[in-house]
């Protein structure tokens, strides 16, 4: 940093922000990586935006921006060389918080008796840079339904409690994107420690960057900015104002909780039923999902065992088995267990919506199984039985 | 809000032939003790290496001071339960879920029905009638088995007689057996049901309970005061892993024990 840089004034920069280039967010990296982070963001590899550890900010994926529609998923060059420009991955955050596999206690026979040991191997500190105000509110339904309830999952929560969260608002929504129909984006809501949006234009490749805690002021403290220009400012807000009416796709306008309780018995699921393969996929990419089963191991000694936590989808058969067969054995069944969970009683459960409107779903279904579309369907079936739109139709 | 705990060692302390498939096990700590249990709620029973799996406290003190639960084998896990001995070890957690609402029962005539298994968690609730008689009205017990050799409890069942009025009905009868035949229901018939003043309590399989309750209701009975026990799956018992919902219940958190006037409707729907 030069003698005569423009260095961080705390109080009016907090809200008005700094403004930093490429070498800003190459800065931030390092800093971070010398803190003792973690640093984990999106990289381009196999044709797809990955979350992977960063050890530098040149692997973020600069000129790479992304193609979406139901059922595809395509990188595409972009000429204004932009980093953040792309809409959801194949992963999210999950992947680190709430891991696809955990070893959650051990237990050894020891002198005819039984010891129990829960693990406690030490979380990475992470910093997660990218991170979507989707994904945002994602990871905040995730924290309530594994930390708010009466018990607390000390493995998510120690993962989560360390995690610093760099949240880089939208300016490129994807086709299959609908967060301004779920309230969840593109404009960064609560829970940042960092908060980013990207400018690519005719002055310059920069990035708008405000800070939403104690830490995220001292790491900003400590990169190359200058405090942030009128224009900047306002072609930042400018791009994520247009994004918001740039959706994809947008859910019916409608009590979705209403919706899913009082439409389980509509014809619509016999015809998903007839298009869904029962992969899985659309939980897996969910950034909200939860649900795992449980595997016990011994090892060739028999007198060692251990308890191993792994991701489960509802759309597995042997979710719910039960002693003389699956509750839900048909596709439809559970079709509707998946989407009248995330859009309706997810409510009930944990008091908001499961679903953040970040399109992942409706990508990576083999098939392109629509969830909007399928709400949608769901919505134009209870107008039709409304006795006004019956006696219209005479 | 507590942190998930794992499991804390358990001994067997004894146990008994309930039927062919059916025993109870007898757990005391083998260290720490877990929270007291009420009638209705389940702990996760851990067998070593095999798996864990949900089980009602089917008494809150049994002769050596411990917790009994009563398990049937229908797989790996019940069956290596049913396979310890006395001084074998197990994991135990809970006290989980809501047990019966026993404080709604005060004062009421207290009608249980239990198909098969469905007995043992509501063994509890006779006891805990029997200890304070005096707070209820008059305690009858229903129980159906698909054979009479499926009868649990026989001895303690003939010992509540005098103080309890118990009926029993088989699916199929064997030779020698005297007692009724038929669905659970039917015995309904047999009371002198007084629908303003009764408090249900019924486990067993979801058909029967939805029976059960139904023809409760249509007596009279008002449907809050019809509880019932629902069973799904159950890997964590701590509202994390997803597997037990029911609608918008989570049933390890919401239940087991739910009022029928809550899930009368979620129980008319097919594999929700
Ligand atoms: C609240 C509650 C209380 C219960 N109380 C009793 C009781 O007092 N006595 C008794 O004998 N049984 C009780 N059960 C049922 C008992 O938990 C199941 O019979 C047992 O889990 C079957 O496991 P298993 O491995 O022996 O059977 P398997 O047949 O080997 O299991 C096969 C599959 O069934 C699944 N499975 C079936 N039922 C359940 C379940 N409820 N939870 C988790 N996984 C299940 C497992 O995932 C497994 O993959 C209770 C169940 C619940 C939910
Ligand atoms: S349901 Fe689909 S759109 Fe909603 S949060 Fe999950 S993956 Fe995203
Ligand atoms: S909706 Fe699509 S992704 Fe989800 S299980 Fe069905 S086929 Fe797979
Ligand atoms: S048993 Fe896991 S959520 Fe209820």
Redesign the pocket.
Same mark, same amino acid.
């Given at each position: 940093m030069s003698a005569d840089a423009d260095v961080n004034v705390s109080r009016p920069l907090a809200c008005e922000g700094l403004v930093m280039g490429k070498e800003g967010v190459a800065a931030l990296v390092d800093v971070l990586i010398r803190r003792g982070f973690t640093v984990v963001g999106p990289t381009a590899r196999d044709g797809a935006i990955v979350l992977a550890e960063l050890r530098s900010a040149d692997e973020l994926p600069y000129g790479w921006g992304v193609e979406l529609e139901a059922g595809r998923y395509r990188l595409r060059e972009r000429f204004d060389g932009a980093a953040f420009a792309n809409a959801a991955g194949p992963q999210s955050w999950k992947s680190f918080l709430h891991p696809a596999r955990v070893r959650e206690w051990s237990a050894d026979r020891v002198d005819g008796g039984l010891v129990i040991t829960a693990d406690q191997a030490a979380p990475p500190r992470y910093a997660f840079l990218g991170v979507r105000p989707c994904d945002l509110r994602a990871i905040a339904v995730q924290d309530r339904v594994l930390t708010g309830g009466a018990y607390r999952d000390s493995g998510y929560e120690g993962r989560r409690s360390g995690a610093l969260l760099i949240v880089v608002e939208c300016t490129e929504p994807g086709a299959t994107c609908f967060c301004v129909s779920m309230g969840t984006g593109p404009a960064a809501g609560p829970g940042y420690d960092l908060v980013m949006t990207e400018v690519a234009d005719e002055d310059g490749h920069r990035f708008w960057i405000r800070s939403g805690s104690r830490e995220g002021s001292e790491i900003l403290a400590e990169l190359p900015a200058r405090p942030a220009d009128p224009e900047t400012r306002e072609t930042a807000r400018a791009g994520v104002t247009a994004a918001a009416d740039r959706m994809g796709r947008t859910m019916p306008e409608a009590d979705l909780r209403e919706l899913m309780a009082g439409t389980l018995d509509a014809p619509r699921w016999d015809d998903v039923a007839g298009r869904c393969l029962t992969c899985g996929n659309c939980t897996m990419v969910c950034p909200t999902c939860f649900c795992t089963t449980t595997e016990d191991v011994t090892d060739l000694t028999g007198d060692h065992a251990e308890r191993w936590r792994l991701w489960d989808s509802c759309f597995d058969l042997?979710f719910s088995?039960?002693?003389g067969g699956p509750v839900r054995a048909s596709s439809r069944s559970r079709y509707r267990q998946w989407m009248t969970h995330k859009l309706g009683t997810w409510y009930d459960q944990f008091g908001s919506s499961g679903c953040v409107g970040c399109g992942r779903c409706i990508v990576w279904c083999p098939v392109g199984i629509d969830i909007t579309e399928e709400a949608a369907a769901l919505h134009d079936w209870t107008q039709s039985r409304t006795p006004a739109t019956e006696s219209e139709r005479g | 809000m507590t942190t998930v705990p794992p499991p804390l060692p358990y001994r067997v302390a004894g146990t008994s032939a309930e039927t062919a498939d059916?025993r109870s096990i007898e757990l005391v700590p083998a260290g720490r003790a877990l929270p007291p249990f009420a009638p209705g709620q389940?702990a996760m029973i851990y067998a070593f290496g095999v798996?864990e799996?949900? /089980?009602?406290a089917?008494a809150l003190r049994g002769r050596h001071g411990g917790l009994v639960? $009563? /398990?049937? =084998? +229908?797989? =790996? +896990?019940? =069956?290596a339960l049913c396979r310890l001995r006395p001084g074998d070890n197990v994991g135990l957690s809970g006290p989980y879920?809501t047990g019966w609402d026993l404080e709604a029962a005060v004062g009421h005539d207290v009608l249980i029905v239990a198909g098969g298994?469905g007995l043992?968690?509501l063994r509890p609730v006779v006891h805990a009638v029997l200890d304070r008689q005096a707070a209820y009205g008059p305690l009858a017990v229903l129980v159906g088995a698909r054979t009479p050799a499926d009868l649990v409890y026989r001895d303690e069942i003939a010992s509540w007689s005098g103080r309890v009025r118990v009926e029993v009905t088989v699916d199929r009868p064997a030779p020698g057996w005297r007692g009724a035949v038929g669905v659970v229901t039917a015995l309904l018939d047999r009371l002198d049901l007084r629908p303003d003043r009764t408090c249900a309590l019924v486990c067993g399989p979801e058909v029967m309970m939805r029976h059960t309750a139904r023809a409760l209701v249509s007596r009279g009975v008002v449907p809050q005061r019809v509880q019932v026990?629902l069973?799904? $799956?159950?890997?964590c018992a701590t509202g994390h892993c997803g597997?037990?919902q029911l609608g918008p219940l989570l049933?390890?958190r919401d239940g087991?024990v739910v009022g029928y006037d809550r899930v009368a409707h979620l129980l008319l729907v097919r594999e929700l």
């Open positions: 042997a088995q039960l002693h | 059916t389940f798996g799996v949900p /089980v009602s089917s639960h $009563t /398990v049937r =084998a +229908v797989g =790996a +896990v019940s =069956a879920g298994i043992a968690p026990s069973e799904r $799956t159950m890997h597997h037990c049933l390890c087991p």
